[in-house]
């Protein structure tokens, strides 16, 4: 009797990762990659697991979201970060590969694999039949890309992500920033910050002159008027903002009882309201410029920037309207997404997502039940990301402790020592620093994972 079999069609990361994860749960796995036939305008090398962009795969701090993820991955028997563990470069306390080497590393590992075939050739559509993985990146080809719309609906997929940056709730100044929605009369849905003309006139100079990010040659003339950056439209004239993004009509400030010159608002990010995000702030500043751009603006001076804003080329699915926790697709589950494609950002993510359609996939061709990891957890905070829409506007995330469940305070000081009594002293609680929220998240969410993967025998 012949073994259980799947298709994975893409040879990046998340696809060499799923096709890990698959075959070494003894399904035999058919690997789809269109080079070096076909190239991506943004791939040169005929190897998997090219990296295209940066060489970093980011902090490798575990009390960070994305180190923890690294670790969950890690417990999963990640190739990719086995791979890049062995190719590492220094860059301080982030985890950097050496590209040629990682990809390299990553296409022997995959050819060596007795259960993994290699089929170099261009997939144009979605198999009608069979269990297939969908790991075809943020370049997905246009015929792939087109008969992924006929299945999920043209209106479910997009080729550009917009995003806009989120800000820490803590970190905003309540005496200057205040709430309001667009002319009602409660306390309204929003965060707003005010400017004068004055402050709004240095606003736009510092904007004007910062630093921006050089567009990909595939990038160029692509922006749709709807999510134009920031910088675009302060080009156009200096009230073009004034009148989009940061128009203060309908939102007197209750200090004066007047609208301000011009006013950011501020929408809640998760449902605990501990993150916002920048409306209509997608752009392509610089990290730092961004973040000192931004810090200008009234009331965000001490702002902490959970994620910080981007536009550039993506092909991706709106995740809660096509997808299953499993990562299959609602109306076609013989079909799973992974990677970029399924509405995740960064390699990080990709790999992750790799990882768990991997392992569902080759559940599904056993007829076992597919599995998904906590919500409190790095892997299943993205998981509800991509499927608990929070608003109606989805875009792609990097993970980030936003997507977690609340943070627990009293679970937080309870854990903490007790300090003997200082003599004449009120005593006081201090607030709680970001880095020790951090640490306790990134704790709390590895006892969870490994409580998980007892259960399930992983």
Known sequence: MAAPSITIIGGGLAGCEAAWQAANHGVH??????????????????????????????????????????????????????????????????????RQK?????????????????????VKELPPSGLTILASGPLTASDLAADLARHTGVEHLAFYDAIAPIVSADSLNRDIIYQ????????????????????????????????????????KQKYFEGCLPIEVMQERGDDTLRFGPMKPVGLPDPRTGKDPYAVVQLRMEDREGSHYNMVGFQTKLTYPAQKEVFCLIPGMEQAEFIRLGSIHRNTF????????????????????????????????????????????????????????????????????????????????????????????????????????????RRRRRSRISKRDKAAFRSKQALISFKTWLNGIGA
């Open 29 to 98: 796995v058919s690997l789809y990659d269109m080079k070096p036939a076909v190239f991506s305008p943004a791939h040169e090398s005929s190897d998997l697991g090219e990296l295209v962009c940066s060489n970093s795969f980011r902090s490798n701090d575990p009390a960070s979201a994305v180190g923890l993820l690294k670790e969950e991955m890690r417990l999963l028997d990640s190739l990719l970060m086995r791979m890049a563990e062995e190719t590492k470069v220094p860059a301080g306390k982030a985890l950097a590969v050496d």
């Open 180 to 219: 309001a929605s667009r002319y009602d009369d409660g306390p309204g849905d929003y965060l707003n910050c005010p400017f004068s003309k004055e402050e709004y006139e240095g606003f736009i100079r510092a904007l004007a002159a910062a630093d921006k990010v050089p567009l990909k040659i595939f990038e």
């Open 317 to 424: 699915v709106c995740a809660p309207e096509v997808l299953l926790p499993s990562l299959q697709l609602k109306d076609h589950p013989h079909i799973l997404l992974a990677g970029q494609i399924s509405g995740v950002e960064g390699y990080v993510e990709s790999t992750a997502m790799g990882i768990l359609a991997g392992r569902n996939a080759a559940r599904l061709a056993l007829d076992l039940a597919p599995l998904m990891p906590p919500p409190d957890t790095a892997h299943g905070a993205l998981i509800r990301h991509l499927t608990e829409p929070i608003s109606k506007h989805f875009q792609p995330s990097n993970v980030n402790y936003s997507l977690f469940p609340p943070f627990d305070k009293k679970g937080f000081r309870a854990s903490q020592p007790e300090l003997p009594p200082q003599p004449n």
């Open 102 to 122: 990682f990809a390299a590393a990553i296409t022997k590992a995959i050819n060596d694999h007795p259960h993994i075939d290699i089929i170099r050739a261009e």
